[in-house]
């Protein structure tokens, strides 16, 4: 499985995102997505995870009631909505996919970073 995420970019505090995350290479249907991110100097951690089929959905405390985790499987595409950013939010985000759900550490499959930087 490649998985591709972007979305990243320099945004001011209370500002939105959206980050995308495209997958090949296996049935996207079967495999539940998650995104995690990566601060600078701290350990890499769960943001959000998503059911094969999207009706399952999964967030950390500290981004519940702002991030949106939804996926399109006609695209092979899960997405990442980030609205009300905070500076604690900036990080490298990823996105992961595994064949079992709920799953907040440990993904089979890994795709390079984007960059989301919030400033104050």
């Known amino acids: 499985v490649q998985l591709q995420a972007s979305g990243g970019g320099l945004v001011q505090a209370g500002g939105s995102l959206r980050l995308s995350c495209a997958a090949s290479?296996?049935?996207?249907?079967?495999?539940?997505m998650g995104w995690f991110r990566q601060a600078p100097g701290k350990e890499r951690e769960f943001v959000a995870a998503?059911?094969?089929?999207?009706?399952?959905?999964y967030y950390a405390d500290s981004v519940k009631g702002r991030f949106t985790i939804f996926r399109d499987n006609a695209k092979n595409t899960v997405y990442l909505q980030m609205n009300s950013l905070k500076p604690e939010d900036t990080a490298v985000y990823y996105c992961a996919a595994d064949r079992s759900y709920p799953r907040l550490t440990a993904y089979e499959y890994w795709g390079k970073g984007t960059q989301v930087t919030v400033s104050s």
């Open positions: 998503i059911s094969w089929s999207g009706g399952g959905t």
């Open positions: 290479g296996r049935t996207f249907s079967n495999l539940a």
